[in-house]
């Protein structure tokens, strides 16, 4: 199993050997293991996720690298990372960015969406 994590890095997971089939243990280097056991497909697997949300980003504005204006001119510090992971065939960085010169409050409304989910 193998999976870059950045450019010019791979991690590579190599399972043992010798082990039931029910269940694998996979090794990177040493540094960390991961082991997987089988779930029959009856078995109900419940996660625990907290909620997590970017809100606060767009509303600090820290680290923004893109500007939306609205059509009353106020403007929008927004992040083009966070907002092509919901619309990642949309280019953030055109001139002027999408969704410029649009009313205030649907911008607002637009933006709080893709921030939220």
């Known amino acids: 199993l193998r999976f870059g994590a950045y450019a010019g890095h791979v991690f590579e997971f ?6 039931p089939s029910d269940s694998v243990t996979l090794t990177c280097e ?9 779930c029959s497909d009856d078995t109900e697997i419940s996660y625990s996720v907290p ?4 809100l606060p980003a767009l509303e600090d504005g820290y680290f ?6 609205a059509s009353n001119n ?5 992040h083009s990372t966070i907002l092509e992971l ?9 001139d002027p960015p999408p969704f410029s010169n649009i009313p ?6 637009i933006l709080h969406f893709l921030y939220s989910e």
């Open 74 to 78: 106020k403007q929008f510090k927004v």
């Open 104 to 109: 205030e409050d649907v911008l607002g409304t």
């Open 86 to 94: 919901q619309g990642n065939d949309i280019n953030w960085t055109s």
């Open 64 to 69: 923004s690298d893109v500007i939306i204006t």
């Open 14 to 19: 190599i399972p043992d050997k010798g082990r």
């Open 51 to 54: 909620y997590f949300t970017l």
């Open 30 to 38: 040493g540094l960390c293991m991961l082991h997987c056991i089988r």
